[in-house]
C-alpha cells in the first residue's frame, strides 16, 4: 500500500524507464516526454458532453467570467483550454499543431479571436485554442471546453465533467465505453456526470431545481451509473454563470420586479413573451428584460426575483444565493474533494493510462517487465480505492452511522490529505497525541471491520478505511520523531 507521493514518485520512475526503452521510436518517447511533462502541470478538467448540453457556460460559470465560448470567423475550436496566466493571451494551434498567438477581444457573448494569415483548419477538423486569463480558479485547475468525443478527451484530461440535459441510453453507453477492463481505466475515479437542463425540469417550474437535485441523487445511487462515474450532479449552467457575474444594474432590474405587486408581476413571468411584452413589468425597460432572459432564463428570472423579496437585498448576497439554488456549489465541492484535492493521484493515473496503453499497443522485449510493474503499482495505489469510497458515501450507494461516516471521510482524505487533517489534528498538536489519535483510528476501524453481522457493502468500506489508517501509521513511521509541538499535522 501506498501514499499519493511514492504513487507519482514510482509513476515518474516507470515513465523514464520507459522512455529510454522507447527512445529509438521518435512518436513513443515524444508522447513519453509530454506524459512526464504534465505530471507537473495543473489538473486539467476537461468538460464536455453533447451539442448544446451548456458545456461552455458551465465553463464560464466555474470561472466566474463571461468568456466562453470562444469562437473565430466561421468556425468554433474542437477544444479551448483555460490556464492561469498574467496577462488575457490567446493562442491558437494551426494545421501542423504549432501555437502561434493571435488577438482576441471580448464580447457579450464570450471571446472573439482574431485570426492572421496563418489561421487555417486543421485536416483532423480538431481545431485548438489557448486562453490565458489571471484567475485564481484556473492555478491549479485547467478548465477544458471542449467538444470531441468522450473518449478522445478523457485522453486529454485527467478528469472530466460530462455535461447532458438527460442522462439516457446514448450517453450511459458512451461512459461504458470510457472504462476499460483492466489497467488504470479500470478505476473510473475521474468522471463526474453534470445533468445540465436542472431549471427545466417539470416544465421550468419554481421548484424545478429541487426537483432536479432529488433525481439527480437518485441515479448517483443507481449500480450502473456508479460503476461508471464519481457523482452525479443537477446544476443549471445559465443561472450559474449569470450568477456568478451578476451585475449590479442586473440586480436593480431584479429588485425592481420583485418590489411590485406580487399580482400585478406574476402574470408577466410565465412565459417569455408576456415577460418581454412592450407595457409588462414598468418601470423595467422591455430591451433590458430582453437582455436578462438571454443571462438568466426565465426560471432563472423567476427565482431571482423570488430571492430578492425573501431578503437578497444586494448584488452579492443575491448572487451568492442564485450560486446555491442553481447546483454550482454543490458541484464545486464535489470537484474539490474528488478532484483538486487528489489531483497528483489523478495525474498519475492519467499518465499510467497512457504508459499502459503504449506498453500494449507497441510491445518490445526490454518493456515487458514494465508492464507488470505498472499492474503492481495499481494494485498497491490506495488512493484510487478511497476515491472510489469518498464518491460513494457522498452518493449514498455506502451508507455508514453518521459518526462513522463523518470519521471515515476524513481519515479517507475527504477533508484534506495530509496526516493531520486525516486525523483531524490541529497544527500545534505533540507528536505522542498524534501517534495516540492514529492508534485509535486504527484499533476503531480494525473493530469495524471485524464486527459480525455487517452488511458486505458496510464490511468492504471498513476495510478501506483501516487500509487508510495503516497507510497513516506507516506514514508516521516513516517520519523521525519531532521534540515538541508541531507533530505531523
Known amino acids: 500500500m501506498i501514499d499519493e507521493e511514492e504513487l507519482e514518485q514510482r509513476t515518474y520512475r516507470l515513465l523514464n524507464e520507459a522512455a529510454h526503452i522507447y527512445r529509438g521510436n521518435p512518436p513513443a518517447a515524444a508522447l513519453l516526454r509530454s506524459t512526464l511533462d504534465r505530471l507537473a502541470d495543473p489538473l486539467r478538467l476537461a468538460v464536455t458532453g453533447p451539442a448544446r448540453s451548456g458545456v461552455s457556460t458551465l465553463v464560464s460559470a466555474l470561472i466566474g467570467e463571461d468568456l466562453a465560448p470562444v469562437e473565430l470567423p466561421g468556425e468554433r475550436p474542437a477544444s479551448v483550454t483555460y490556464r492561469d496566466g498574467t496577462q488575457p ?32 483548419r486543421r485536416p483532423d477538423g480538431a481545431s485548438r485554442a489557448v486562453i490565458e486569463w489571471p484567475s485564481r480558479v484556473l492555478r491549479r485547475t485547467e478548465l477544458i471546453d471542449t467538444h470531441l468525443p468522450l473518449p478522445q478527451a478523457l485522453r486529454t484530461a485527467d478528469a472530466v465533467l460530462y455535461v447532458t440535459p438527460h442522462l439516457g441510453e446514448t450517453d450511459l453507453q458512451a461512459l461504458q465505453a470510457s472504462r476499460g477492463i483492466r489497467g488504470p481505466s479500470v478505476f473510473p475515479v475521474q468522471t463526474m456526470i453534470v445533468l445540465s437542463r436542472a431549471d427545466a425540469t417539470g416544465g421550468g417550474r419554481t421548484d424545478a431545481l429541487l426537483t432536479a437535485k432529488q433525481a439527480a441523487r437518485r441515479r448517483r445511487r443507481e449500480p450502473r451509473i456508479g460503476a461508471l462515474c464519481q457523482d452525479v450532479l443537477a446544476v443549471s449552467p445559465l443561472i450559474a454563470a449569470a450568477a456568478r457575474t451578476l451585475r449590479d444594474d442586473e440586480f436593480r432590474a431584479i429588485a425592481t420586479m420583485a418590489a411590485l405587486p406580487r399580482a400585478a408581476a406574476e402574470p408577466h413571468l410565465l412565459s417569455t413573451d408576456r415577460f418581454t411584452a412592450a407595457d409588462a413589468l414598468r418601470p423595467v425597460a422591455a430591451q433590458q428584460r430582453a437582455q436578462l432572459l438571454q443571462r438568466f432564463g426565465l426560471g432563472g428570472i423567476r427565482l431571482a426575483i423570488t430571492l430578492a423579496r425573501t431578503g437578497c437585498d444586494n448584488a452579492a448576497a443575491l448572487g451568492e444565493r442564485l450560486q446555491e439554488h442553481s447546483g454550482l456549489k454543490e458541484l464545486q465541492a464535489s470537484i474539490a474533494e474528488l478532484f483538486t484535492a487528489r489531483r497528483a493521484a489523478l495525474r498519475a493515473r492519467s499518465a499510467l493510462t497512457t504508459l499502459d496503453h503504449l506498453l500494449r499497443t507497441q510491445q518490445v522485449p526490454p518493456a515487458v517487465h514494465l508492464l507488470a510493474e505498472l499492474e503492481l503499482l495499481l494494485a498497491d495505489a490506495h488512493e484510487f480505492r478511497e476515491l472510489r469510497l469518498l464518491a460513494a458515501l457522498r452518493s449514498g450507494r455506502v451508507n455508514l452511522p453518521r459518526e462513522h461516516a463523518v470519521d471515515a471521510r476524513r481519515l479517507l482524505g475527504g477533508s484534506g490529505t495530509s496526516l493531520g487533517e486525516r486525523l483531524g489534528m490541529s497544527p500545534e498538536a505533540t507528536a505522542e497525541d498524534t501517534w495516540t489519535q492514529a492508534h485509535a483510528a486504527a484499533e476503531r476501524w480494525r473493530e469495524q471491520a471485524q464486527g459480525p453481522g455487517l452488511p458486505p457493502a458496510q464490511r468492504r468500506a471498513a476495510e478501506v478505511v483501516l487500509r487508510s489508517c495503516d497507510m497513516i501509521l506507516a506514514g508516521l513511521d516513516s517520519m523521525a520523531a519531532p521534540v515538541g509541538p508541531g507533530g505531523y499535522a
Not at 493562442?91 to 471580448?106: C, F, K, L, S
Open 89 to 120: 493571451r490567446a493562442w491558437w494551434q494551426d494545421e501542423r499543431g504549432t501555437p502561434y498567438e493571435i488577438p482576441m477581444v471580448r464580447t457579450a457573448h464570450g471571446l472573439r479571436m482574431a485570426p492572421d494569415a496563418r489561421h487555417a
